[in-house]
Every structure is written in structure tokens, then in C-alpha cells.
């Protein structure tokens, strides 16, 4: 059976630890819903470095990691880019949690809320 959701991390930096975390501890459980299928970030480095200490694997981009299987994206870049990646992510048929705040601007916010 494929596990129905395939969490993908969007930006490696402080706060994607606690995700990962999340991800890992509900893989944990013996009906276990979640698992994680990678991450990227725009610094290639950080991602690759955070990937291996977390035992996942890192993409070049958004695309890719939903190519390998994502469903659920967690956007967890800084503020000024969580609309576009949230937007990017719903217009590939992804549920998507955004980190706070959603937007920048309650425009933005609107965009991700109309998909």
C-alpha cells in the first residue's frame, strides 16, 4: 500500500528540523499515514548537508521533489518567498503547510487562498 502522504520539505534551515522531527515521529507508529521524501533549499550545500544528518534525500527544486513523490509540501522559507512557493505547490495538486506567516501581503494571501 502507498503511504498517502509523501511530505516534502521546502528550505532547510532552523526550522525544518522540528518538521523533520514531526515527520519522523509520526513514521514512528504502527499505522504510520506520513512519510518523508526529501528536501530542497536554494543553497544546494545546506540542503545535501541537512539531507544526510536527517537520512533523506536532497533535490535541486521543488519540482524535482514533488517528481519524486511529494504530496505535502512544508514551505519553510523565509516570509518573502511563502507565497510563491505555497502557490507553485498547490498548482501541482500538493497540499501545502506554510510556515507563518502565509504571506506578505494580504494579496498574497488571497492567491494561495483562491487555489
Known amino acids: 500500500m502507498t503511504t498517502p502522504f509523501r ?3 521546502v528550505g532547510a534551515g532552523n526550522i525544518c528540523d522540528f ?3 514531526a515527520i519522523k515521529k509520526l513514521m ?3 499505522d504510520a499515514t506520513v512519510e518523508l521524501v526529501g528536501i530542497t533549499d536554494l543553497d544546494a550545500a545546506r540542503a545535501s548537508a ?3 544528518k536527517w537520512g ?3 533535490y535541486p527544486d521543488l519540482d524535482a521533489l514533488i517528481a519524486a513523490g ?3 509540501i512544508h514551505v519553510l522559507t523565509p516570509p518573502s518567498a511563502h507565497a510563491k512557493v505555497a502557490i507553485a505547490a498547490l498548482e501541482r495538486g500538493c497540499h501545502v503547510l506554510v510556515e507563518k ?3 506578505e501581503d494580504e494579496d498574497e494571501a488571497r492567491e494561495i487562498g483562491r487555489i
Open 28 to 30: 514512528g507508529e504502527p
Open 56 to 58: 533523506t534525500h536532497a
Open 70 to 72: 511529494a504530496n505535502v
Open 50 to 52: 541537512n539531507a544526510e
Open 101 to 103: 506567516p502565509i504571506a
Open 19 to 21: 518538521h523533520v522531527a
Open 7 to 9: 511530505a516534502g520539505m
